[in-house]
């Protein structure tokens, strides 16, 4: 009877996730076709006692044990176990925490699992940016209380993209439209002007912004959206509102949404 043959077996030995071990350890395989490597991921491998129960499988499967372990403790344990009964290592992570540490002078942390660590930093991005979602477009005037900050304008004046660009720097945008025919949310006159700030622009400006837009909606440049007297009756009112408010005011008529943030950042600053 033919003797079935067994897969070759790697197993990914890591005190964190082991992601980065396994996508090194199958990116190698893939230079050998039809070798049917089978990787067996260990993840967060704290204990000299799941290192010895890897070694025993790995002993019997003729496997070998790729890992990224970065407490010196676990990985020295590893490496004389596996050397005592013959099985085969490779440190993925050790050679360059070596150099790194070589060329910036410097210890590393040893701490497991930091690249996946989610910091303080992390979440306030997170939350900035599902309130400039929430609170975009005037959709609820309670978020002018709780804002950082208040962005306000006629319609496309990159009030959302802006209020987007400003979350990825943890600010609390919301953004209100100005439309004459609306009577603005009473939470603007009531919040502090500081926090505020209107988005004018050129009425030429608008007009080509506007007429693209249309066109991308498959509808007629000639629409009253795009109508210059339109635009500029809605600019009018737009800088009443803002006048009334007292709040700083940016043209944004030739100015990229970075550029236009980076000006609101150092306002909001000062």
Do not use: W
């Amino acid at each position: 009877m033919e003797e079935i043959k067994q897969r070759p077996v790697v197993y990914v030995v890591s005190d964190s996730v082991g992601e980065t071990a396994e996508l090194v350890v199958k990116a190698a395989a893939s230079q050998f076709s039809g070798a049917g490597l089978e990787v067996r991921r260990i993840p967060y491998v704290d204990d000299k006692q799941t290192i010895e129960e890897v070694i025993i499988l790995a002993q019997q499967a003729r496997a070998l044990i790729a890992f990224t372990l970065v407490v010196p403790e676990m990985k020295h344990y590893l490496l004389s176990k596996a050397k005592e009964v013959n099985v085969e290592t490779v440190d993925i992570i050790g050679p360059m925490l070596e150099k790194i540490g070589l060329i910036t002078n410097k210890e590393p942390r040893y701490e497991p699992g930091l690249i996946y660590r989610l910091d303080e930093d992390y979440f306030r991005k997170v939350e900035a940016i599902e309130f400039a979602v929430k609170y975009d477009d005037g959709r609820d005037p309670r978020g002018i209380v709780r804002a950082d900050l208040v962005l306000i304008g006629v319609s496309r004046t990159s009030k959302t993209p802006l209020s987007q660009y400003l979350a990825h720097k943890r600010l609390k945008v919301a953004n209100v439209p100005l439309v004459p025919e609306v009577e603005p949310p009473e939470e603007l006159f009531k919040v502090s002007p500081k926090k505020i700030v209107g988005l004018k622009i050129s009425p030429e400006k608008l007009n080509d912004i506007r007429a693209e837009r249309l066109k991308a909606l498959g509808l007629k440049a000639q629409a009253n959206y795009a109508n210059m007297e339109r635009i500029k009756e809605e600019l009018k009112y737009a800088e009443e509102i803002m006048d009334r408010i007292g709040c700083q005011i940016i043209d944004v008529s030739n100015k990229a949404v970075e550029e236009t943030a980076n000006l609101v950042s150092n306002m909001f600053r000062n």
